[in-house]
């Protein structure tokens, strides 16, 4: 059963404890802030704040009011983290079937969710089996516990493997303007072929992160097209990867509301193709060949 995501996904990483440790009333405003925006999915995986996020968002979303039927919650498993909450030795990767069941089921209760819209395996282990995988995720489609399954982070080669038990619906990964690798190796002309959903996480690339030459170039670059297009640049950042014809899905990571407004409104922008080009060959820093 295929879902359908808001076109822009709010990521929530950044809401609990691994970033602006918002109080139980910020969250239930912004969960409400993101459906004014049109934005009605909503990311998560069970790692977040050290797996305590996904509950602080599920007491915030069950005192909400919004029904079930209006949001999509996504999840995500198999990190297993050293942190405070689990006596784990080293980080690793756990894709046994009896632990995907237990996982996706904890994020369904922590969530207050009645089920998943989407479960991703976060990152490939290379231990990992397709028929375990398979053995645990058709189990959890028929219970209706989740409504599709997909991966985060897999390459084609990686994703091929889990595609020979499970149709993989989904692939969560790195795609922005200064990681547009997917671009050119043929991980997204593979997912077009094999009708696979790519989700781009950190959708800014490194813009506004980091100073150096590249984003430099992008910086003037976006300059001289936000009058044209009447639009920030985060937005513009966001309409480059909206072009592309995989139908990407940008999952953008902010708390800020008006940063979630721009993203929601990055939707209606449709760059020209030489003005996607001029971003493109900014950050390649030379022609296209």
């Not at 516990?145 to 038990?165: C, D, M, P, R």
Request: glycine share 6%; aromatic share 8%.
């Amino acid at each position: 059963m295929e879902t359908n995501f808001s076109r822009i996904i709010q990521g929530c990483m950044g809401w609990g404890a691994w970033g602006k440790q918002l109080s139980q009333k910020d969250m239930i405003d912004l969960i409400h802030h993101c459906l004014e925006q049109g934005i009605t999915t909503f990311d998560h995986a069970d790692i977040y704040g050290d797996y305590t996020t996904e509950a602080d968002f599920g007491k915030a979303f069950s005192e909400s009011g919004v029904a079930r039927e209006s949001v999509q919650l996504i999840s995500k498993c198999g990190i297993q983290y050293v942190g405070q909450t689990r006596n784990n030795p080293i980080k690793h990767y756990q894709y046994d079937a009896e632990y995907i069941v237990w996982s996706a089921e904890k994020s369904i209760k922590d969530l207050k969710a009645g089920y998943l819209d989407l479960l991703l395996l976060h990152r490939p282990s290379p231990l990992m089996r397709a028929e375990e995988v398979a053995k645990a995720v058709d189990k959890l489609l028929a219970e209706g516990k989740i409504k599709s399954f997909g991966v985060s982070n897999f390459t084609t080669s990686q994703t091929e493997l889990i595609q020979a038990k499970n149709h993989v619906s989904y692939n969560q990964m790195e795609i922005s303007l200064t990681s547009f690798q997917p671009l050119l190796d043929g991980a997204l002309d593979y997912m077009t072929v094999q009708n696979i959903v790519p989700m781009s996480w950190s959708p800014l690339g490194t813009v506004f992160k980091e100073k150096n030459e590249q984003t430099a170039r992008i910086h003037t670059a976006l300059e001289s097209l936000t009058e044209k297009y009447s639009a920030t640049k985060d937005q513009l950042l966001l309409a480059w990867l909206l072009k592309h014809p995989s139908g990407i899905h940008p999952v953008v990571g902010t708390a800020t509301k008006e940063r979630i407004k721009n993203a929601a409104q990055a939707t209606t922008l449709q760059l020209s193709e030489t003005d996607w080009f001029q971003l493109w060959v900014a950050s390649l820093g030379h022609k296209v060949p």
